[in-house]
């Protein structure tokens, strides 16, 4: 597959990720908007929104990350340095929000629960699959430092047969 070729498919990638990014924020505004139409602000319970909305905010993140480098590969940016930032940052994103949805949303709902909640009192109740999620985003991490580390040793290789051309 040749640069122009995948130029075109981060286009269509970017506009993907735009698609993804206005429909997870529009499935986050229009549920809110309702329930502040039906219910009076003072009766909403602000822990549930602030669950609602903060635990996406990392996964979101990380599909900004990689929508920006999609856009800029598309625009003609050099790939290594692009992937070495989405992988990194939406790495860290997707370990931080995979953290905070398997352990601190259980924990957040354990200590804003009344006792009559079937989760009050409980211990420590996660999604495997977030543990996963979040492993997954420590691998982009160490990827984006390989990629760094190759684009370096590759950079530290030209340099060297430049000079040993020059020498010979």
Avoid at 31 to 47: C, I, M, R, Y
Avoid at 93 to 121: D, I, K
Wanted: glycine share 8%.
């Amino acid at each position: 597959m040749d640069a122009q070729s995948l130029q075109q498919h981060s286009r269509w990638l970017t506009r993907i990720a735009d698609f993804m990014l206005t429909g997870t924020v529009a499935a986050l505004v229009l549920p809110t908007l309702f329930v502040l139409t039906k219910v009076p602000a003072s009766q909403v319970f602000v822990g549930d929104l602030a669950v609602q909305w903060l635990v996406p905010l990392p996964y979101l993140f990380a599909v900004v990350a990689i929508r920006q480098a999609f856009a800029a590969y598309a625009r003609g940016g050099v790939l290594g340095p692009l992937m070495v930032r989405a992988c990194r940052r939406a790495g860290t994103a997707l370990a931080l929000g995979a953290g905070v949805s398997a352990f601190g949303v259980p924990l957040l709902v354990n200590w804003l629960a009344r006792p009559a909640h079937p989760m009050w009192g409980t211990v420590m109740v996660f999604d495997v699959a977030y543990v996963a999620i979040g492993v997954v985003g420590l691998a982009l991490v160490l990827l984006g430092g390989l990629i760094r580390r190759a684009i370096d040793v590759q950079e530290r290789m030209h340099k060297l047969e430049h000079v040993l051309t020059e020498f010979v």
